[in-house]
């Protein structure tokens, strides 16, 4: 079964850094593009991260840019998500997507997210 | 940027309605490019549509996408009470990937 689970999130002060990972099985990683996506509270959905099958590239939502990194560690078939510098804004459910195939394609599994609060 | 822009808002149907939702980009885009994703609450989002038109695995073929240029269209022929759900489009052409603000189907 082709699945993916999110794990990391919590709460952390403005100006804090969490790490979040997600951990993929019944597929290999390494031939999977992927991405994070959030959910603010009440809000639709916001693509933020994308990396490349072999980790190669990288791209990210002009609001993270500088402060979160995506990262794969495709021998653990796992992502991550280094957010630094967490804003109130950055409060939302995230959620991993893999890419269906190659890098520019529709986003055909994804978990069921790790909630992140920002608050003082 | 291809902004996407979904109407309506929200859609108020019962069972066995026909449901149509919009979304219209900022600019052409290729039909390759053009998902539909359905979201339940508690659930994470679920592919419906890719390539415009072209249903998932595992989707009934009472959904259907069509479109091109600008303007698609997501279409529920029968509701069933598991449609009740927000439907949102996604472009994937390429940085930044962006997602329409979402139709609510509500009962």
């Known amino acids: 079964q082709v699945q993916l689970v999110e794990s990391g999130g919590g709460v952390v002060q403005p100006g804090g850094s969490l790490r979040l990972s997600c951990a993929g099985s019944g597929f290999t990683s390494i031939n999977y593009a992927m991405h994070w996506v959030r959910q603010a509270p009440g809000k639709g959905l916001e693509w933020v991260a994308f990396?490349?099958?072999?980790?190669?590239?990288?791209y990210y939502t002009d609001s993270v840019k500088g402060r979160f990194t995506i990262s794969r560690d495709n021998s653990k078939n796992t992502m991550y998500l280094q957010m630094n510098s967490l804003r109130p804004e950055d409060t939302a459910v995230y959620s991993c997507?893999?890419?269906?195939?190659?890098?520019?394609?529709?986003?055909?599994?994804w978990g069921q997210g790790t909630m992140v609060i920002v608050s003082s | 940027e291809v902004v996407l822009t979904q109407s309506p808002g929200t859609l108020s149907l019962s069972p066995g309605e026909r449901a149509t939702l919009s979304c219209r980009a900022s600019q052409t885009i290729t039909t390759t490019f053009l998902g539909w994703y359905q979201h339940r609450p508690g659930q994470p989002p679920r592919l419906l549509i890719h390539g415009a038109s072209s249903r998932a695995t595992g989707i009934p073929d009472r959904f259907s996408g069509s479109g091109s240029g600008t303007d698609f269209t997501l279409a529920i022929s029968r509701l069933e009470p598991e449609d009740f759900a927000v439907y949102y489009c996604?472009?994937?052409?390429?940085?930044?990937?962006?997602f329409g603000q979402g139709t609510k189907v509500e009962i």
């Open positions: 997507a893999r890419v269906m195939s190659g890098n520019y394609d529709a986003f055909d599994v």
């Open positions: 996604q472009y994937y052409g390429g940085s930044p990937w962006t």
């Open positions: 990396i490349r099958s072999d980790g190669s590239n990288e």
